[in-house]
């Protein structure tokens, strides 16, 4: 079982994107039963809430359902669970860095780093800005989510 974690700030816009569109995308690919997705933030304050309802509609309107996933914050211990980590910009790595085990650091790198499709290093974060900010997301995650899984399919599967 390869095992993928996302990781955004409060775990309510850009990481359940990524864990839902992935999530879809293992599905359709036939590898659901191989492969596990999860997210979290790297702070506290939305645990156990679920998605941005703008994060929620804008990724239905694409046909990914987000409404089961909660919110949590990331723990040390996910650090050796998770085969790859994938933060949505630089604070957020850097604040994984800080907290990973030495041994497990190769697993923690940018999500957008699996895109061939867009020059961007980081998934903007659309919590203050309007839908436009919630569609980029979207385009940003489903070119990175296939780029990944194909990439864990070389690798893994």
């Known amino acids: 079982m390869v095992k993928v974690l996302f990781i955004c700030m409060g775990n309510i816009c850009r990481s ?12 359709q690919h036939g ?15 939305h645990v156990g809430e679920p998605p941005d309802r703008r994060a ?7 046909g990914f359902d987000l409404s089961k996933q909660r919110a949590r ?6 650090f050796e669970t998770y085969d790859y980590v994938l933060a949505m910009d630089s604070d957020n790595l850097r604040n994984l860095i800080d907290i990973c085990p030495a041994e497990h650091q190769s697993k923690v790198e940018l999500f957008l780093g699996y895109t061939t499709r867009f020059d961007e290093d980081e998934v903007p974060d659309p919590y203050y800005g309007g839908p436009k900010g919630f569609e980029r997301v979207l385009d940003l995650v ?10 864990i399919k070389q690798r893994h599967l």
């Not at 359940?16 to 599905?27: I, K």
């Not at 914050?73 to 996910?78: A, F, G, I, L």
Request: hydrophobic share 35%; charged share 30%; aromatic share 2%.
């Open 16 to 27: 359940p994107t990524a864990h839902g569109v992935l999530e879809r995308l293992v599905q």
């Open 31 to 45: 590898v659901d039963d191989r492969i596990e997705i999860d997210s979290a933030g790297t702070h506290a304050y």
């Open 56 to 62: 929620q509609q804008t990724a239905l309107s694409r």
């Open 73 to 78: 914050r990331v723990q040390v211990s996910d």
């Open 142 to 151: 489903e070119s990175a989510a296939e780029g990944l899984l194909e990439d």
